[in-house]
């Protein structure tokens, strides 16, 4: 039934963009084989090895007019059945907004789409993700809102404001949720010397309900998350492109004793772009605590490149080792690992229509 739900849609758009002329459909995937060593000795979790497919995507984008266009992305790994807690939307729609754009450099975006938070590493558009910081998998899942863009030259600044969270109904119908928070964003994204250096600043607040689950725990008290971020991209000669964070996430009053969380997270990317070869380092640093007290350090890196035959290739081939330094004070005695991985595999990037 899901795979006969998705050839439908797909079907749907081939045929409207066959028919309009003006719209793109893309299908995006990214697979592989991974290998992951959890450090047994110090972890108790065995070795493993599999292939994956890390995911899979249809992109539907075109233009109606010269001032409005459109975006729909699905995510074929989820279930259309699931919906969002928040916004009440199918997990399956990964993405839906149109953009009207007005005189001035002003546009404004309505509809289901990525929730700013700031920073180079949670705002890549053109490179894929291996290892991440701790601030980048605390981000709130993409919402249903309305993003206000000005654009002043080379440089914009952007306010979102969307669903935050829903507090259970106790009354008749326990399963319908009511608003009871909006959240918002604010950012800026720099350009200076013809695009040498481009920084970006972030903050966002978004309501959290009690029970909300996050990628190493879950809230217990309803509150706001917290997240701001600054970055720069530094262009060098010769193609090299030099990117850094620093960011900082907090959960208010999301302990059991309503502590604060804080996430503490510095990210940087060294990247060499050529014609087809694209090798890269990354250093992650992580710093978790409960209001004062430290729970987890961690040093992360990757190692690798990118190739790609050419730019109008729709395949893209990787290989990447990941490690990671893991401090746990949480526990006592302290418990330090160092997992490792290795990622090869490749990124498939085509439009099937245009």
Same mark, same amino acid.
């Given at each position: 039934?899901?795979?006969?739900?998705?050839?439908?849609?797909?079907?749907?758009?081939?045929?409207?963009?066959?028919?309009?002329?003006? @719209?793109?459909?893309?299908?995006?995937?990214?697979?592989?084989?991974?290998?992951?060593?959890?450090?047994?000795?110090?972890?108790?979790?065995?070795?493993?090895?599999? +292939?994956?497919?890390?995911?899979?995507?249809?992109?539907?984008?075109?233009?109606?007019?010269?001032?409005?266009?459109?975006?729909?992305?699905?995510?074929?790994?989820?279930?259309?059945?699931?919906?969002?807690?928040?916004?009440?939307?199918?997990? +399956?729609?990964?993405?839906?907004?149109?953009?009207?754009?007005?005189?001035?450099?002003?546009?404004?975006?309505?509809?289901?789409?990525?929730?700013?938070?700031?920073?180079?590493?949670?705002?890549?558009?053109?490179?894929?993700?291996?290892?991440?910081?701790?601030?980048?998998?605390?981000?709130?899942?993409?919402?249903?809102?309305?993003?206000?863009?000005?654009?002043?030259?080379?440089?914009?600044?952007?306010?979102?404001?969307?669903?935050?969270?829903?507090?259970?109904?106790?009354?008749?119908?326990?399963?319908?949720?009511?608003?009871?928070?909006?959240?918002?964003?604010?950012?800026?994204?720099?350009?200076?010397?013809?695009?040498?250096?481009?920084?970006?600043?972030?903050?966002?607040?978004?309501?959290?309900?009690?029970?909300?689950?996050?990628?190493?725990?879950?809230?217990?008290?309803?509150?706001?998350?917290?997240?701001?971020?600054?970055?720069?991209?530094?262009?060098?000669?010769?193609?090299?492109?030099?990117?850094?964070?620093?960011?900082?996430?907090?959960?208010?009053?999301?302990?059991? @004793?309503?502590?604060?969380?804080?996430?503490?997270?510095?990210?940087?990317?060294?990247?060499?772009?050529?014609? @087809?070869? +694209?090798?890269?380092?990354?250093?992650?640093?992580?710093?978790?605590?409960?209001?004062?007290?430290?729970?987890?350090?961690?040093?992360?890196?990757?190692?690798?490149?990118?190739?790609?035959?050419?730019?109008?290739?729709?395949?893209?081939?990787?290989?990447?080792?990941?490690?990671?330094?893991?401090?746990?004070?949480?526990?006592?005695?302290?418990?330090?690992?160092?997992?490792?991985?290795?990622?090869?595999?490749?990124?498939?990037?085509?439009?099937?229509?245009?």
């Amino acid at each position: 039934m899901k795979i006969k739900f998705y050839s439908f849609i797909i079907f749907f758009m081939s045929f409207h963009a066959a028919v309009a002329g003006i @719209n793109n459909l893309n299908i995006i995937s990214r697979t592989g084989w991974r290998y992951l060593d959890h450090d047994l000795e110090k972890t108790g979790l065995p070795s493993s090895s599999s +292939f994956d497919v890390d995911y899979l995507k249809t992109n539907f984008s075109g233009t109606l007019n010269p001032t409005v266009k459109y975006l729909v992305t699905m995510d074929l790994l989820e279930s259309s059945g699931n919906k969002d807690v928040t916004d009440g939307t199918s997990s +399956f729609i990964y993405e839906a907004y149109m953009t009207k754009s007005f005189s001035q450099g002003t546009t404004v975006a309505f509809g289901k789409k990525a929730v700013i938070n700031g920073g180079r590493e949670y705002d890549y558009v053109e490179y894929d993700l291996y290892s991440t910081s701790y601030f980048y998998q605390s981000a709130p899942e993409n919402q249903v809102g309305i993003t206000i863009t000005q654009e002043f030259g080379d440089q914009s600044v952007a306010f979102q404001l969307f669903n935050g969270n829903k507090d259970k109904d106790a009354g008749a119908n326990p399963i319908r949720n009511s608003q009871s928070k909006m959240g918002y964003s604010l950012s800026w994204n720099g350009n200076f010397l013809g695009g040498i250096i481009k920084p970006i600043l972030g903050y966002s607040i978004v309501p959290e309900a009690s029970g909300f689950t996050y990628f190493d725990g879950q809230r217990h008290n309803k509150g706001d998350d917290e997240f701001a971020a600054v970055g720069v991209q530094l262009i060098t000669p010769h193609n090299v492109v030099i990117e850094l964070d620093y960011d900082q996430f907090v959960a208010k009053q999301a302990g059991t @004793n309503r502590e604060n969380l804080m996430t503490t997270s510095m990210v940087g990317q060294l990247r060499f772009t050529g014609e @087809n070869f +694209f090798p890269f380092v990354k250093i992650i640093s992580d710093k978790k605590k409960i209001d004062s007290t430290k729970m987890t350090e961690r040093m992360a890196f990757d190692v690798g490149f990118e190739y790609q035959e050419s730019k109008e290739d729709a395949f893209r081939y990787h290989v990447v080792y990941s490690g990671e330094s893991l401090n746990d004070l949480s526990r006592s005695p302290n418990v330090k690992s160092n997992p490792q991985s290795i990622f090869i595999g490749l990124k498939f990037d085509a439009a099937v229509l245009k």
